[in-house]
């Protein structure tokens, strides 16, 4: 992602510090003149890029915010106590000291979304330009939608505990103070926030291939996700079929299994956008360095994390499934995620983070599918990912359950960023089971905390004690500081 001249608002409102709370001692938001920083579109296009860069961050979509839904689960863990990951590993965090970066990398992309959408529709514009403004628009409402969402899902409870009744966190659609005071809004009121935005983004939005933006296929497949934490079966489904059936119009396909092994190094374009939706792009030039996730899942970098003995032994059931291939070695003692390969030119450092692929989107729909009851659909969407892992395997004539359609989504989405969240939202439990396997001889698990459920699950990352401070009118869910 090229470096532009821009307006980049965050770095007035959110100075963060990934190791402490100082962030919430700046200058408030109103210093910066918001009636007068966006003048044209092309201000919106340098806003939307400074978005765009804070999202690239380490501590934000190349690090943080992808390898934690990773970790907390079962398929992945720390490699040692003393790795980056090993505090969300360990469950270390409680109130009084868990990060900050979560929280404010995440309001400092909505503020700035808010930023352009306060103003966005002020602008004096010639008619050939409606397009470009819907567009510019679209992608902030997305990416405000996704950041909204992500919050939700850290710091509130699934959906699927309560109907959304309990606390998740504030609704900010201006520019907030360090004075601002925002009362946490309930998870359902999170959720309807997050659809609103991502359903108008839909409509303004184009389909054309944007390297490195977020455009309408990547909002429709975000919004099927949305759904299915929500447990709303129904629209997840629909949302996922018309995303599926728009993007492979407009070119993007499944990788086949050929090309599995190496596609993630590819240098997406509109004549060949493969199957990644929205990425993260990294380069040599523009790129988080070794905190991104390339070097982090690397053992040629600082090999943080690496895949569990039960993970390893759970996916060599079938020795031909072409995900295998994409497990790299450190001699006979680790195995790590290969997904995150440099494109061409480019060093590990510099890779691109894929942040929704066309195969969720198929898991997605026949998630939703099974639980409406749906087996031909469910087949119709599964089995083309259960053969492209291995062409020799089919889910035809099967009756699919949703114990199936997690398993692949495991086998799938693996170092993505989904797994503890997938079992949270089902309602199940996490086992981390110790077993030995001679190929990963000194991979073990290094945590006392070997089972969990929903209720514990909220231990990992409260909201921020500076910021509850800050904010007396937020309540703590009750899950909040361990047990």
């Known amino acids: ?13 959110f100075f963060v510090s990934s190791c402490g709370n100082d962030w919430l001692d700046l200058d408030p938001s109103t210093s910066i003149d918001t009636e007068t920083s966006i003048k044209i579109l092309s201000d919106v296009e340098f806003t939307l890029n400074g978005i765009y860069s804070t999202m690239q961050s380490s501590d934000a979509y190349s690090g943080r915010l992808v390898y934690y839904g990773d970790v907390t689960g079962d398929d992945m863990q720390a490699v040692s106590s003393t790795k980056r990951v090993a505090d969300y590993y360990r469950f270390n965090f409680t109130k009084d000291n868990g990060p900050t970066s979560h929280w404010s990398y995440l309001y400092s992309i909505i503020q700035n979304c808010n930023l352009i959408l306060m103003n966005i529709d002020k602008l004096v514009i010639d008619e050939e330009d409606t397009e470009y403004r819907d567009d510019l628009k679209g992608e902030a409402l997305a990416i405000r939608g996704l950041a909204l969402f992500d919050l939700t899902r850290i710091f509130g409870y699934p959906y699927t505990k309560d109907n959304g009744a309990s ?29 609103s935005d991502l359903t108008e983004s839909i409509g303004l939005l184009s389909g054309d291939f944007n390297k490195g933006k977020i455009n309408k296929w990547g909002a429709m497949a975000l919004l099927s996700r949305v759904y299915l934490y929500k447990n709303d079966n129904t629209n997840a489904l629909k949302m996922a079929k018309d995303a599926i059936k728009g993007a492979e119009k407009e070119g993007y396909a499944l990788w086949t299994n050929e090309e599995y092994p190496t596609a993630w190094s590819n240098d997406a374009s509109a004549s060949n956008p493969g199957e990644v939706l929205f990425e993260i792009v990294n380069l040599t030039t523009d790129s988080p360095g070794k905190e991104s996730m390339g070097y982090l899942n690397s053992k040629d970098g600082y090999d943080d994390m690496c895949i569990t003995c039960s993970f390893y032994q759970f996916l060599k059931k079938d020795p031909k499934d072409i995900r295998l291939k994409l497990l790299s070695f450190d001699k006979k003692y680790y195995a790590y995620v290969f997904k995150y390969q440099p494109q061409q030119n480019e060093s590990i450092t510099d890779a691109n983070i894929p942040l929704i692929r066309l195969s969720e989107v198929y898991l997605i729909a026949a998630e939703a599918a099974v639980k409406l009851g749906d087996n031909a659909t469910a087949i119709e969407y599964l089995d083309p990912i259960v053969k492209r892992a291995n062409p020799e395997n089919t889910v035809v ?70 910021e509850m401070d800050a904010n007396p009118n937020m309540e703590q869910n009750p899950g909040y500081g361990g047990r």
């Open 167 to 195: 606390l998740g966190v504030p609704i900010v659609e201006g520019l907030s103070t360090i004075e601002s005071k925002p009362s946490r809004n309930t998870v359902a009121q999170c959720y309807t926030k997050v659809i």
């Open 1 to 13: 992602m090229k470096l532009l001249k821009y307006l980049f608002i965050s770095s007035v409102l």
């Open 397 to 466: 004539g099967q009756t699919i359950t949703l114990e199936r359609v997690l398993d692949e989504r495991r086998k799938e989405l693996v170092a993505e960023g989904h797994r503890m969240y997938d079992v949270i939202r089902n309602g199940l439990t996490i086992e981390r089971k110790d077993v030995k396997d001679s190929n990963l001889s000194k991979t073990k698990h290094d945590t006392k905390y070997m089972t969990y459920d929903w209720n514990f699950y909220m231990i990992v990352l409260p909201v921020p004690k500076k």
